[in-house]
């Protein structure tokens, strides 16, 4: 069985302390401790990339990773990035271009689509569906996904340009 | 007052069909503030965990359960006997589809365990992991029984029958046939034949199959959030089936992560959900995880077709002859059955051609399998994969362009209605204008000059097409006239508020095709209102009109009529009311923006909120016996057509790699004719996610089972979906012929994509390998097969072989 571990880290830039079963994974605390409830649960092997959350700065699998091994860390997650508006632009992109169907992959793929722009600021097609190679969408078929998130690198490098 | 205006005529105010709008409801989802069932959590929740079934078959011994209720926070344990008592067995036939049969089944099986994944026992825990944890802790004695997995010797008099109380293992046979086939294939300039597989797949959907049950003893009302497309068919399952009247069945659908047909269908394990939280009065919830899913959600398109093709010698198609064999699993599935698919492919192989004679038989046999049923473009890719291989190779066979041969085959434009060989009724398609479209899009000449340049160069691209038709706006023929209590009609009601804000709710559900959004903006035209004066409610059956739900591409066509019928009765009973207000006749009047105005000259008169505000406050100062109805309801169903045929073509562009069998697709375009297209940025993703979906069933998707009935994947490691990188773009096109069976003139537009997508893979792959004489006819094609086909490996199975004759 279990042994639980105290944890306290900074959460959409709030900090929690809980205590958490060894075996509890991050997807699990967010949604079942926390209540945010904008990451997803898809195949709990790391595949679909409907649980991709940020911890300390870098993209991760929310069933990937253990709660109690993020004491101190900072988590962020598409809530925290909604409300400080990061990805605004991406997320008005997804709407505009219907990117986003039924909307269970959407968060995930866009922390993945910011990681990109973050790194590669002007990324061909083929960047872009390699680096959103690892989230799932079994809607859309990608195509639109990928014109928003090239319209966004667009546009963000226009305004970047002297 | 029935009037609308052709959104492309002019460009009025309020004009939003036809137009591109965004969906409402898309902000809260790339928020992450949507609301999916596992995001409702309820005051003394529990949860279920299933024990499934180790075995492809075999005879429950007994069951003890003593352990698992000793782990801590585990509730209860219920066996299938344990919940007969609260819950009735069905059985899924269909009257129509004639001399179908399949045994009763139950939410937990009594006796028997049929398939590797079947739920035998449920565990109840205050958590899921703790359920999870006490599963491992029942003991369930099995006596493995034969196994029947083979489809092919399914209905042998030396293999087992499933269930002795049905004789064999046929489920339903059907013959289509028309004109004198045996008799055209005897004269044939040309004769071709292959024989297609269509491997077993299944929908994947990202939000797995979810189910919140809530029973209120006082109340005796069923409350249930569940991610399904049919709210008021699983109202009436649950009542029916678990003895609470329908009207204490309230099936509450939020936000559904994905659908596609997986979840139109009776499980088992929900029923089960259902049924405990009756029986315990608590909260019960159910999230399959992912084994689960790929082992209980619906599997589809497991089929075998022997097929062939007469062809005369000027190239005309004379003759199909079609010999289609699918294993379903045990029990055919409740309530739509699991033989339609077959029924669909004897229905639909040879449907966009002109031709004389037809035959196809389809034989449905049951299997110690996961149960298969309707999943998205239900038979289409099946039938739309045997018609076009079998045109590539008569093209071939008599010399002709693959474009050519179509050209000369196909329906012509301009001959409709018309009935088909298989039976189906058309009552206008589009396929040469289609075919020219697409034409337009892709430099033909410039790839095929491409393809002859790279060829020398030891580089193969290919170069596939596929005509497909799609049924879309099912009328009761297609369930109701069978038995099942599935509605084919649909209605909306729609209420302008007292702020002149409009709300409609509507019977048709949304998975993320952007329901809401069409809804929305038809209604906003009716009315004559802003789009952002609409509030659109679906999937609660307290609320919205009953309905059949969102599936075989009839939210538009069906769902959209009652819209623009309800639109414009409330617009209708709103003149009326400003007509006494302004004493005006109404029909001087019209609804513009939110505002009453002169119909000749457009000068403003009143708001509507002006208008609602003294409707429903200052009531007393209109006439009396003025009727004042600002909430109106209408219905719709199909009348002349039992189904509303849409079609189109698709071409596909790929580099096969010789060396590793490898595919690469390069690019794909599809023009489709889903007739009046409400919103084109919608319909366009409907198609290309279609065919990304076709895609997966044609290179990489596959439920592989062992000889002995285990299904041999666990995980989406095992099961490759398409992923962004290995999809192409994709180009759309489209040609309008909307249906006159309703004023919007709108068909379905969701499954055209999945419908062609196998067929113009599988033609480009083998236009590619063309150079080496080597075919290949089995979905997925994988490199393995491909390779295998190239005779570059062995080939293990028959299928592989890729064998096509030709005389």
Known sequence: MSTDVNVTLTVNGERVSRRVEARCHLIDFLRLDL??????????HGICGACTVRVDGAIVRGCLVLAASLDGAQVETIEGVSDSGEIRDLQDAFIARNACQCGYCTPGMLLTAADLLKSNPRPTREQIREHLAGNYCRCTGYHAIVDAVETVAVRRNGKAAP | MNEIIDPRSVDRPNSYIGK????????????????FVDDIALPRMTHVAFVRSPHAHARILGIEGAEALKVPGVLRVFTGADLSQHCDPWVAVLAHLKGMKSAPQRPLPLDRATWVGEAVVAVVAETRAIAEDAVGKVDVAYEPLPAIVDMETAL???????????????????????????????????????????????GATLEPRSVLADYNRASGKLTVYHSTQAPHMMQGVFAKHLRIPEGDVRVICTDVGGSYGIKVHVYPDEVAVAAIARIMARPVKFIADRLESFASDIHARDHRIKARMAVDAAGRITAIDVDDLTGIGPYSVYPRTSAVEGNQVVNLIGGPYDFPNYRAKTTVVLQNKTPTCQYRAVGHPIATAVTEGLVDLAAEAVDLDPVEFRRRNLMQDGTYPRTSPAGMKFEGLSHIASLDKLLGMIDYPGLRAEQDRLRARGIHRGIGFASFIELTNPSPFMYGIGGARISAQDGCTVRIDPDGSVLAATGVTEQGQGTEAII?????????VPIDQVRVITGDTLTTPYGGGTWACRGAGIGGEAALQSGLAVKEAALKVAGAMLQAQPDTLDLVNGEIVEKRGGQSRMPLAELARIVYFRGDTLPPDLPRELMQT?????KEYPFAFTNGVQACSLEVDVDTGLVKLLKIWCVEDCGRIINPLLVDEQVRGGIVQGIGGALYEHCIYSPEGQLMIGSMADYLVPMAAEMPDIEVGHVETPTKESLLGAKGAGEAGTAGAPAAVMNAINDALKPFGAKVFAQPFTPERILAALGKVPVTWPGNAGTAASR
Do not use: Y
Not at chain 1, 35 to 44: A, I, K, R, V
Not at chain 2, 634 to 638: A, N, P, Q, Y
């Open chain 1, 35 to 44: 209540g945010l409830m904008g990451s997803h649960t898809g195949c709990e």
């Open chain 2, 20 to 35: 591109s709008v965004p969906r409402p409801n898309a902000k809260k989802l790339v928020e992450g503030r949507g609301q």
């Open chain 2, 156 to 202: 042998a008099p030396s293999t087992a029958v499933i269930h002795s109380d049905l004789g064999d293992n046929l489920c339903f046979q059907r013959v289509n046939e028309s004109g004198k086939v045996e008799d055209a294939f005897a004269v044939a300039h040309k004769v071709v034949e292959a024989t297609f597989h269509t491997g077993r797949h299944t």
């Open chain 2, 520 to 528: 929305r903006q038809i209604v906003a035209e009716a009315v004559g």
């Open chain 2, 634 to 638: 209408r219905h719709f169903i199909t």
